[in-house]
């Protein structure tokens, strides 16, 4: 059975950077094809892909995000983070992380963790 | 702003048919890539309904279906019951955003 669970800071400061962690199990972040996406929704709004790692440490980002976060694995630990950088109020949401499976030809998120709430405020 | 569009609202009566549009463009669903369906419940985390264009994960019940035909894919449920009332996502990738995944903007079933 594959879990996800997310964890950080529920509060953080504008200009303040966010360090998000997703702690899984059930698989392997070594195996070919698989990878582990992050996903936001701002109360009320949509969801919005924001990175995705890759079980051989490609990295993918949102254009619109990508000079701000980072994405990086410990396969050891079953762990994989994501920093953003210089935080604003609008970058309060609810933060998914999600497995991708290996068997599809494209990123398919088919579990997801049950989020956690960041909200930015001085 | 996402680049895969649907409308806000859909709604039915208990075993009607309705359908949610995801329109895209050349770069998305126009050029082949998968479209993905998620299911979320307020409160809660989504879920996938469908996956590769028209596939169902195991558990996901056949009265839902999807389709793509040019640069638009579309989720349909078929006798819609009560508790498919919730929002829908369409996912896809875009090939104009250097390697970039999309989210639809979402669509919010009701049922009447």
């Known amino acids: 059975q594959i879990t996800l669970k997310e964890s950080g800071p529920t509060l953080v400061k504008p200009t303040q950077t966010l360090t998000l962690t997703c702690a899984f199990s059930?698989?392997?972040?070594?195996?070919?094809?698989?990878?582990v996406g992050w996903i936001r929704q701002p109360p009320g709004k949509a969801l919005e892909w924001l990175a995705l790692i890759y079980w051989d440490d490609d990295k993918r980002y949102s254009p619109s995000l990508k000079s701000r976060l980072t994405i990086t694995k410990d396969t050891s630990k079953n762990q994989v983070v994501l920093t953003m950088t210089n935080m604003d109020p609008v970058d309060t949401a609810t933060y998914y992380c999600?497995?991708?499976?290996?068997?599809?030809?494209?990123?398919?998120?088919?579990?997801w963790g049950q989020g956690t709430m960041v909200s930015v405020s001085s | 702003q996402s680049v895969l569009t649907q409308p806000p609202s859909v709604s039915g009566a208990p075993g009607q048919r309705v359908t949610i549009s995801c329109t895209g463009s050349s770069s998305n669903i126009g050029a082949g890539y998968d479209v993905n369906w998620y299911q979320q419940f307020p409160g809660t985390a989504p879920k996938l309904l469908i996956n590769g264009d028209n596939n169902r994960p195991s558990g996901v019940p056949d009265r839902f279906s999807g389709s793509k035909s040019g640069t638009s894919a579309s989720l349909a449920i078929t006798g819609l019951q009560a508790e498919d009332e919730a929002d829908y996502y369409c996912q896809s990738y875009d090939s104009s955003l250097r390697g970039s995944n999309v989210f639809g903007t979402g669509t919010k079933v009701t049922v009447l």
């Open positions: 059930g698989f392997s972040l070594s195996t070919s094809g698989v990878g």
């Open positions: 999600a497995h991708r499976p290996a068997n599809t030809y494209s990123d398919t998120f088919d579990v």
